[in-house]
């Protein structure tokens, strides 16, 4: 009996001493493999693709910018460099990109985004995400982190910009820098008008080429062009319907609303970014106490693209500091 009980006692002890199990799974690692699927949240069908899932990492999500655009030239361009060193998940949010949309064209409030966002969260199985933003994808992420600071490790905001009207006058004026005599007289007239910022805004865009738009959005016209025949080569619209509610309901409160959030965060912006400008970054940093700013000195609205190498090196570091 005593040669028995000896024996239970060294089992229980051995037992002790071992080592958590490795089948158990932390709660940063999302239960899913590498692939593309569609995640029902909240009622829609939303694309999701997962890739460098063998690196354990808290994943990284990828918030895409528009608003209403895709994942598609990220995916083919900085997308694989990040995949070497961390687990990605790129989605598309509702009525975007391959993601099916809501009967409601008027179901795109940033609430409801947020809330997507979230059940993509819990269906990935993890508790926290570290959350990479680009353009309004950047504004998405923040407000994600904002409502649910709990559940975001780290934030990487690229060309962060609130479409407010004052960013509309910044982007108006970034046209006209690039403008030939033509466009800056039809620019000229259209600031004279009586009509709405609003108004304004979307005749600007509307006038504007697709060479004029290239010049706008990239410092690099190489890049600008690899850029559009991504895009031609997706076959990937964007119905403006989600950029129609969000201008209708935009309160431009994210610098207001971001005070005080202790999340780390690495805002990146590009310093010829005519679209968003510098404003929206340099004033979050302000605001936000925990984090950093970098300025990509040969990079226009997409940094990730133009000055790609150091995008990736960027993020590894930061998402790596303990």
Same mark, same amino acid.
């Given at each position: 009996?005593?040669?028995?009980?000896?024996?239970?006692?060294?089992?229980?002890?051995?037992?002790?001493?071992?080592?958590?199990?490795?089948?158990?799974?932390?709660?940063?690692?999302?239960?899913?493999?590498?692939?593309?699927?569609?995640?029902?949240?909240?009622?829609?069908?939303?694309?999701?693709?997962?890739?460098?899932?063998?690196?354990?990492?808290?994943?990284?999500?990828?918030?895409?910018?528009?608003?209403? @655009?895709?994942?598609?030239?990220?995916?083919?361009?900085?997308?694989?460099? !990040?995949?070497?060193?961390?687990?990605?998940?790129?989605?598309?949010?509702?009525?975007? @990109?391959?993601?099916?949309?809501?009967?409601?064209?008027?179901?795109?409030?940033?609430?409801?985004?947020?809330?997507?966002?979230?059940?993509?969260?819990?269906?990935?199985?993890?508790?926290?995400?570290?959350?990479?933003?680009?353009?309004?994808?950047?504004?998405?992420?923040?407000?994600?982190? !904002?409502?649910?600071?709990?559940?975001?490790?780290?934030?990487?905001?690229?060309?962060?910009?609130?479409?407010?009207?004052?960013?509309?006058?910044?982007?108006?004026?970034?046209?006209?820098?690039?403008?030939?005599?033509?466009?800056?007289?039809?620019?000229?007239?259209?600031?004279?008008?009586?009509?709405? !910022?609003?108004?304004?805004?979307?005749?600007?865009?509307?006038?504007?080429?697709?060479?004029?738009?290239?010049?706008?959005?990239?410092?690099?016209?190489?890049?600008?062009?690899?850029?559009?025949?991504?895009?031609?080569?997706?076959?990937?619209?964007?119905?403006?319907?989600?950029?129609?509610?969000?201008?209708?309901?935009?309160?431009?409160?994210?610098?207001?609303?971001?005070?005080?959030?202790?999340?780390?965060?690495? !805002?990146?912006?590009?310093?010829?970014?005519?679209?968003?400008?510098?404003?929206? @970054?340099?004033?979050?940093?302000?605001?936000?106490?925990?984090?950093?700013?970098?300025?990509?000195?040969?990079?226009?609205?997409?940094?990730?693209?133009?000055?790609?190498?150091?995008?990736?090196?960027?993020?590894?570091?930061?998402?790596?500091?303990?």
């Amino acid at each position: 009996m005593k040669y028995l009980y000896s024996l239970l006692l060294v089992a229980v002890l051995f037992s002790c001493t071992q080592p958590a199990s490795t089948s158990q799974t932390p709660e940063s690692k999302i239960q899913a493999s590498d692939g593309e699927q569609f995640y029902t949240l909240n009622g829609i069908k939303h694309w999701v693709k997962v890739k460098g899932s063998q690196n354990s990492t808290t994943p990284i999500v990828i918030v895409h910018g528009g608003p209403g @655009g895709n994942q598609y030239n990220f995916e083919r361009t900085i997308g694989p460099k !990040i995949e070497s060193f961390a687990t990605v998940v790129y989605y598309e949010q509702r009525g975007s @990109g391959r993601s099916e949309a809501p009967e409601d064209p008027n179901d795109y409030l940033l609430q409801t985004l947020i809330s997507d966002l979230d059940q993509l969260r819990e269906t990935l199985g993890v508790q926290k995400m570290t959350l990479l933003g680009y353009s309004f994808g950047a504004e998405l992420a923040l407000r994600y982190a !904002i409502a649910h600071p709990e559940r975001v490790e780290k934030l990487i905001l690229s060309s962060p910009a609130e479409l407010s009207k004052a960013n509309m006058l910044v982007q108006m004026q970034g046209f006209y820098a690039i403008g030939d005599s033509t466009l800056k007289a039809d620019l000229e007239q259209i600031l004279k008008d009586t009509t709405s !910022i609003e108004d304004k805004y979307g005749r600007v865009w509307d006038l504007s080429s697709s060479e004029v738009v290239d010049r706008f959005l990239f410092l690099n016209p190489e890049l600008a062009q690899k850029n559009r025949q991504l895009w031609q080569e997706s076959k990937l619209k964007n119905t403006g319907l989600m950029a129609k509610v969000y201008i209708k309901h935009n309160k431009a409160d994210l610098v207001e609303k971001a005070s005080g959030l202790k999340t780390p965060t690495l !805002i990146i912006s590009g310093v010829h970014d005519k679209n968003g400008g510098l404003h929206t @970054g340099l004033a979050l940093k302000q605001v936000l106490s925990n984090s950093v700013i970098k300025l990509y000195e040969n990079s226009a609205h997409f940094p990730d693209m133009e000055e790609e190498d150091r995008f990736a090196a960027d993020v590894k570091i930061f998402t790596q500091e303990k």
